[in-house]
């Protein structure tokens, strides 16, 4: 092989021997084009010409740059919890015009996505990357099972190496933590499961001040953090920290366990990054704890240290049950959209990752090196929240199909429900395409429901017609969706009448151990209500400190969407305001239901 | 046309003599300067090797080809590959490569091809290896497969002193599952990892020292003993319990560093590996779980780095002598120097591990001794292919 090796590299200088032959082929047409026909002339010709000839040969053309490079470009979708450091660290590297060993200069694009999601959607073949990177290696049995089961290969081939490690931790706020006999305590998920069943949330630890014991996770769908959550909830559930098995999963303590802790969380969300940053910025009023990755809360301790952050300090509890490690895999895709010329870019962008500079970085944004023969140094410790002896010991990563048992259980029995009440225009603006991608993506929407939620759909335009009161959607789903499939546009935009409306219908209706949730889409301003705008936000505003309030989220419809206000309404209660038009409603719809 | 001609002719001149010259020689294009003075046609020696030395080999090759050595006015060249210990032989076997020299990690491997080679009559004229010939197949470098543990977790399972309880306290503790038992239930459970024996020489070793230790024997294993109901009982609850049975020794050892012992409580890996990362755990937890400590069986088996020359049609005599040429260099003193500060211990004679800058006294906190126990017999091919099946059809994962 290594023979056969050799001789290809061979027979590529000849070649370029030859180009370069070519080439001065070239420049002789042009020496001989030149004017003048006198002897002296034609000799210097030729004496150019064998001095080129000499130059060329002597030093060898290998060395000499040849114009008109190719490139190869290699795709990444990532975890979005390392972005800070891997996002400057691909534009230095895209700049350095790294190249592949037969001279290809090498592109590195990426794009962040929630863990989860990625893989399912590399399943699908909806996204074909040729790196992928999602926050652990959880998930990827099961991602590379379904590929197998529909390819008949493996899509992950050996053991990938981990680009920067984490541990799944619990961010609470010190004051909180200290509460509950942090340090000198350990603390878990118990602790977790206790605090959200507690009579007066933190009343009973004698903290009637701090309200009820508000918690977040990501959705365990879509993001692995939030995985990692309801696998660790099981197994605290079960009392064992290995072995977990689909029989585990039937017994009804450990379901109420799982209930009993899902019943604090106030929303669910695709990506950690996001609930982190909701986290630091809204600061205990809105999250007491959410879990997240360790390098997030030494980040949010630095910025605080170095007085950017108002907030008190934050701490990493490690589940004394065991947690589990966001190991950060680098996986070069062995699926057919990628070539032997991408794979070995994909490599060279690996060792780049891997190298020691780039390693050592990592630590500033609080990660831990793969590389062992780098040490943990600041922000990892005590001072920044974190400590970089813990945590003491890992749950086991259960089987494929225990890993799909869980998901299946939280969805259909554990999870927190929600109310969902709709608010759609149906002014007349809303004609034509709009109002039918508005429908079916309505329609897609309900699906993502599952039964034991609850939903309200109001209509609105000069007036609002409740198309469905608030009830859940298992005795409503198939009536629902012809009904939304039906829905036709005419009038004005009573906008602000429409969301007080539907923040009162919540208020009443609504039940408080439910999340609450006012979804409005509209494709104009505000031409009819009898309110205004600061009547409004600070009715839906009064009670937005808390992190269990209802909250609104907004679409702006298309450009004429005044999407300043649409923001206001929605930040003010803690929600989210989307741009959106009929080719994207269907993914803005799905980003929002990843909240519930 | 007479110009052209004197021009070229002195161009050839100047080519012709920058080609002779030796100042110009080094830097001119080599194919070309090549045909004009064809150099003696090299001897070729392809070396297949284990990834452990890869460091230390790498670095020989280096100063090998420094020193500019030829066997019959023909210079060597060497070409490397690396290879898994038993996916080497067993491509020898099966003819997928055709090397001159190979180096696994163990004399275990030499043993099986030796056996192997001379049953496949259809494709060798004998066993293409003679691991009683030191002439042309011998140990080059030594490590013991040695177990690594937090201090705090060897402490309790140990207290110390392993001695004749290793591997049984081991099983014990493995198949006990968590710490609990021991009173540290905030370690979980109990986290041991060791290669897959099918594919890394390291988890082949540690098994064959259980086997071993089950049997009460350091010498002649058979074939009985194996196939004992009660020994596979055994084996198959502990290796159900094993934590991961990896595909590298090099991955377990940086794991348990760069996760700590969350991840890893203990891994079976070579000495060599544990000496390479104990100051990298140092500076990564200080003092905290106590550092790392190494743990030797009470009887040890050596991971002992065997080169072999070949005894096959393709291997020619130029190149059986160039290998030997090599073997020689690699076991001469200034090598097994080298070897020393790799982590290794060297086999020639005259290095002492008790030196100054040793790793071998730097580490004795952590347990790295200079004295070895004794080594268990190898066994006899066709017994440790019993082994190997035994444990594809019942333990692996």
Known sequence: ?596 | MFLFAVYALATLGVLVGAFVSPGFRAIAYAPLRDLIIPPPKPIVLDVLYSTEKAAWIDEGVRRFLTSGPRVEGRPIDIELSKSGSREMYLAVLDGDVEPDLISPASMLQISLLEDLSAARTDRFGGPVVDRRDTGTCRPVLNTPVVLVAWENRSDVLWGGNPNGQLWLRLHEAVTRETWEVYGHPEWGFIKFGQTNPLKSNSGFQSFLLMTYNYAEKSSGLSNEDILDAGYQAWYREFGRNVTQFGDSTGTFMEEIVAYGPSRYDIVAVYESTAIEHIDNAVARYGSSHGGLQVIYPPVTSLSDHPFCVLDAEWVEPEEAQAAKRFLDFLTDREMQELALHYGFRPVHEGVSLDQPGSPFGRYEGNGVRLNLPDQVEVPAGNVLNTLLEFWARNVQP
């Open chain 1, 1 to 596: 092989m290594d023979i056969l090796k050799r001789r290809e590299t061979m027979g590529r200088n000849w070649s370029c021997v030859g180009k370069e032959l070519g080439r001065i082929g070239t420049r002789h047409q042009i020496l001989r084009s030149m004017k003048g026909n006198g002897l002296m002339r034609r000799g210097l010709s030729y004496l150019a010409l064998a001095t080129m000839v000499s130059v060329v040969l002597l030093t060898g053309c290998g060395n000499l740059p040849l114009p008109g490079g190719k490139r190869v470009t290699i795709t990444m979708i990532y975890g979005s919890e390392k972005e800070a450091w891997l996002v400057p660290l691909i534009e230095v590297f895209n700049s350095e015009g790294h190249e592949t060993e037969a001279g290809a200069t090498i592109f590195v694009e990426a794009t962040p996505m929630g863990s989860i999601v990625s893989g399912d959607r590399i399943v699908e073949g909806t996204l074909k990357p040729t790196v992928w990177s999602p926050a652990s290696s959880a998930y990827v049995p099961v991602t590379n099972a379904s590929w197998l089961q529909k390819h008949g290969e493996d899509l992950v081939v050996g053991t990938p190496n981990d680009l920067v490690l984490s541990p799944v931790v619990i961010a609470m706020w010190r004051p909180m933590a200290e509460a509950l006999g942090w340090p000198g305590e350990s603390l878990g998920w118990a602790d977790i499961a206790a605090l959200a069943t507690s009579e007066g949330g933190w009343a009973g630890y004698g903290y009637p001040e701090w309200g009820s014991f508000k918690f977040g996770h990501t959705h365990p769908d879509f993001s692995n953090s939030g995985l990692i959550s309801v696998i660790a909830e099981a197994y605290a559930a079960a009392d064992k920290p290995r072995d977990l098995t689909l029989a585990d999963l039937q017994d009804p303590e450990l379901k109420a366990f799982m209930a009993d802790v899902e019943s604090s969380v106030i929303h669910y969300g695709e990506s950690t990054g996001f609930f982190a940053t909701r986290m630091f910025e809204r600061g205990p009023s809105y999250l007491s704890a959410a879990v997240m990755y360790e390098n997030l809360i030494a980040a949010q301790e630095a910025k605080r240290i170095r007085g950017e952050s108002n907030q008190p300090p934050v701490v990493a509890i490690y589940p004394e049950e065991g947690t589990a490690w966001s190991n950060h895999p680098y996986i070069i895709l062995n699926a057919p959209w990628v070539s032997d010329e991408q794979r070995g870019a994909a490599e060279i962008f690996e060792a780049y990752l891997l190298a020691e500079p780039q390693q050592r970085l990592s630590v500033t944004y609080g990660f831990r090196p793969s590389d062992p023969g780098l040490p943990l140094s600041t922000p990892l410790d005590l001072e920044h929240g974190v400590d970089p002896t813990e945590p003491k010991t890992v749950l086991e990563v259960p089987s494929a199909e225990v890993v799909v048992g869980v998901q299946e259980l939280w969805r259909s029995e554990v999870k927190k429900p929600v109310d969902v009440v709709v608010v759609m225009d149906t002014s007349g603006s809303m004609e034509g395409k709009k109002i039918s991608s508005a429908r079916s993506s309505l329609v897609d929407f309900i699906d993502l429901m599952d039964d034991r939620d609850r939903l309200q759909v109001i209509l609105f335009s000069d007036e609002m017609i409740t198309l469905t009161e608030l009830s859940p959607l298992a005795e409503k789903r198939q009536e629902v969706r012809n009904r939304v499939s039906g829905v036709i546009e005419g009038g004005d935009t009573k906008l602000y009448s429409a969301v007080e409306f539907a923040y009162r219908e919540l208020d009443a209706h609504g039940d408080p151990d439910h999340i609450r949730v006012i979804v409005v889409l509209t494709d104009g301003q505000d031409t009819a209500s009898p309110i205004t705008l600061p009547e409004l936000t600070a009715r839906i505003g009064a009670q937005s400190e808390s992190g269990d309030a209802t909250k609104i989220f907004t679409i702006a419809f298309g450009r004429a969407a005044d999407r300043e206000i649409l923001q206001q309404i929605a930040e003010i209660t803690g929600g989210r305001q989307y741009d959106s038009d009929p080719e994207t409603i269907g993914e803005i719809y799905a980003e929002i239901a990843t909240f519930f």
